[in-house]
């Protein structure tokens, strides 16, 4: 091992490489990106790089191998494990991609475009609606969320269910490797067996491999129609026979199929005021359906949706359901949908869990899991809801009635999470479906996850930054292989 | 370094482990899998492992390991590139997969099988179809090719373009470590952020970095209608046009779009008698375009490929057109398709490339190639065919007329595939679009593919087999670690 140079030294060639705008050891203008936006995590950095390109990249990341100082790759700061936050220790840099902001080219004929890791989501919308096309995947955070934070994390969204995860868009990748080097896949090939897929190594490994510069992405015809309908239900195991129905019926028109159970439904309505039921009457269970299509009309999907749910009504399978009779309405079920975190956080604590299992499994799952806990955890009430079509949902524990804020997480938190956690990994499942494993998870995942794999991941880790300098204590802890 | 034990005494304790059916050293029973199908490839084996179980495989690999005695790992030995065929050393042995072959199951409303890796891909098309369901992928192997083999290798096909590769079809994946340990990720899952993905290394891999044993495909629902048509076009640049209107007219029912030269057609027609031209005029190139949905049927699809047909002749796009009135005929235009290759052969000797470049680069990738490969080689042929859809073409460089079989590609084959080859670099290709490395390309792999990219394969391959027992030789070859 080479001896360690001082911060001073490291600082001084840094500032000279990236220039005023590209670093600042200011607090005040750190401050921001030393939390995350939840206020779980806080940290300490050495600096807040923010290089303009991916030569400056390549470049800062060859100066702290040769300092031996940590990085923590950054992009919106929106993430929902503290993968982007850095330790307390105040040795690392956060390497911030917002600067690189630029969609480099985008070709709605060949259905892709090109984008920095600093693009915003958000943006990448806009510049794709406006190209007569369409980027199909979305979350809640895409007014924030960046694309190389998207593809570090492998996000989800609710539009999974028909066109995947992040990875499912990403054509092509641009990173930087823990060496300086410059790894250079953007060029889309549909077929390409020169060995292994490197890029696939990269997506969802929350910068702990490499950081991600830029990225090729698919685009998609502009939605021609669309349909949304809510439906009522006496049972979570219909919500999956109406799953396998309307996917027949609505083959790849199926974009989204959301599970709201009624307690999750009428806190909503406890805390929007403005909002209204769907239904009449109360059902056990609701499912939020919507159906979009770049070829069939809004009137054509409504039709064949209708029929398919009106079969569903005559067997007995769903309780009641209505269509949205228009954007608005439709806007108000997804409403009713996207509120329900913020409803129960109003209600009181609770621990929140995005986990996942075999699709076919989930509600029994939902049925077997719910009253272990709370018997478990007497006064607690599990929830889920959300991505019934991906085997993914939020299963909530919401904390007996009086328990006090911060107190009650502090005291039952990690329990309620272990025993959630034990039960998806007995089910076959994953404990982070969609947020990743950051620093949140990572105890749990060495704790839980099978060894074979967590072995591969450290061969793989020590293989690709042998200095253990990328990220550290983010998804995958090993210490530095013994040979370096 | 332990020092390596006998053979005698490795084959003594497989032989115990696996009984009389699972290793042979007979002569006679290993002949036909030393030389691969297509003959160009003749190796040595110190004996035929056929396991019966994962738990076999994964006993034989941790034996290998202690001995030191390297593994070629075999399914139907159809592959294009030698990645079956052992060295002539005759230190390896053969681990046949091909014992293998059950499906664990098959759940066609759940949309998915689990196969083990000796399972044939015609087996698992009729085991699908038995259950109202279809395995999206199809290829001239599928009698002898196994799953194994066919994810090992990530396999193409004919129904890419919608359906995708190998990979795509991959939802789990079970396969036996470089130390004998198993790495189990069949249970699938639609969402895991439980970090790296670790099957889409195994996939493609060519058994560099571990056996596959088994994996879970996805099923799709079964087709409900077909259309077929034979297009004749004036040229290559017009046939893109094309590919993007029928992409748009039909939208994801387009399954196939291939792209077929005058020459290649002629070819056909002269080699098989009873063939005739689909259409009444030659052609400068032709396309045979296939549309498959599980929801519209034959007639509904016809109506709408016939309009976008009748507008793209309106407008001068196409010069003529015809769509298969049956089952027979469409079969008629597929044989036409399908006996390129064997009808060029007939006719003479020709060098056969596998490459891709991006899709819309690929008509002006052909123009600017075949006359440069022509110059540089007086009185050869260029032609190119195959799937224009997925930027892939076969571009076949046919001898000049009298050209001796055998000398003249001894003669003359390095220099055209080195030139090819380099022509596809240059225009950001792949000169292995769908068959793969093996042992064929490995030397121009090293010598064309992007340093920084064999690099992070090499640190891959070194990290998940440090011995270098898996498969050498083939894909990428590196010297064991210092440090093992």
């Known amino acids: 091992m080479m001896s360690h140079p001082s911060p001073a030294a490291f600082l001084d060639q840094a500032a000279a490489l990236l220039g005023p705008r590209g670093l600042t050891t200011d607090p005040e203008r750190m401050a ?5 936006w939840r206020g779980r995590y806080t940290g300490r950095a050495l600096a807040l790089a923010s290089p303009a390109s991916t030569d400056e990249v390549a470049a800062l990341v060859k100066l702290c191998a040769a300092h031996r100082v940590p990085i923590v790759p950054q992009g919106g700061n929106s993430g929902m494990a503290g ?20 969609i480099r080219s985008l070709d709605a004929t060949a259905g892709m475009a090109v984008c920095e890791a600093g693009v915003i989501l958000q943006t990448l919308h806009e510049a794709a609606e406006a190209a007569g096309t369409r980027f199909p995947l979305t979350l809640g955070g895409k007014g924030s969320a960046t694309i190389g934070g998207l593809v570090s994390t492998n996000a989800g969204g609710t539009q ?70 809510w439906v009522g239900l006496g049972g979570i195991v219909d919500a999956r026979s109406l799953l396998r129905r309307v996917e027949r019926d609505m083959g790849e028109a199926l974009e989204g199929f959301e599970v709201v159970p009624a307690h999750c439904l009428d806190a909503v309505l406890a805390h929007l005021p403005a909002a209204r039921a ?33 079969a569903a009504l005559a067997e007995g399978l769903i309780e009641d359901a209505v269509i949205a009779a228009n954007d ?13 975190s913020a409803a129960e956080r109003a209600i009181g604590p609770a621990m929140q869990h995005d986990i996942s299992v075999p699709v076919e499994k989930m509600p029994e799952f939902i049925l077997a899991a719910s009253p272990a806990i709370e018997s478990a955890f007497p006064g607690t009430q599990a929830v889920a809801f959300g991505h019934l079509g991906d085997g993914n949902v939020h299963f909530h524990v919401l904390a007996p009635p009086g328990a006090v804020r911060g107190e009650w997480e502090e005291s039952h ?45 450290h061969a793989v880790k020590r293989a690709l930054d042998p200095l253990g300098l990328l990220n550290p204590g983010k998804l995958v802890t090993v210490p530095p292989a013994a040979c370096t």
Chains 1, 2 share one sequence.
């Open 32 to 36: 921001a990106w030393l939390t995350d």
């Open 278 to 310: 769907p239904l009449q009457a109360a059902h056990a269970w609701n499912a939020l359906i919507e159906c979009v299509s770049a070829s069939a009309d809004s009137a054509a999907l409504r039709d064949r949706l209708e029929t398919s749910l009106a």
């Open 160 to 229: 999974v269910l028909r066109h995947g995860t992040m990875r499912a868009q990403v054509l092509g990748l641009e990173a930087v490797l823990a060496d300086g080097s410059v790894f250079d896949a953007l060029t889309p090939l549909k077929k390409d067996n020169r060995g292994f897929d490197l890029k696939q190594l990269l997506i969802g490994s929350e910068g702990t491999l490499g950081i991600v510069t830029a990225a090729t992405l698919r685009l998609l015809p502009a939605p021609v129609g669309r349909v949304t309908a």
């Open 413 to 457: 938190g990690k329990a309620i999470s272990a025993q959630v956690h034990d039960l998806v990994t007995q089910w076959g499942g994953s404990i982070s479906a969609e947020h990743g494993i950051g620093q949140m998870k990572v105890a749990e995942l060495a704790r839980l996850h099978d060894p074979v794999a967590l072995g591969l991941m």
């Open 328 to 340: 608005r309405q439709a806007e108000a079920f997804w409403t009713l949908r996207d509120s329900i």
């Open 83 to 102: 993968g982007a936050t850095p330790d307390d220790t105040g040795t690392a840099i956060i390497l911030s991609l917002r600067r690189m902001d630029a």
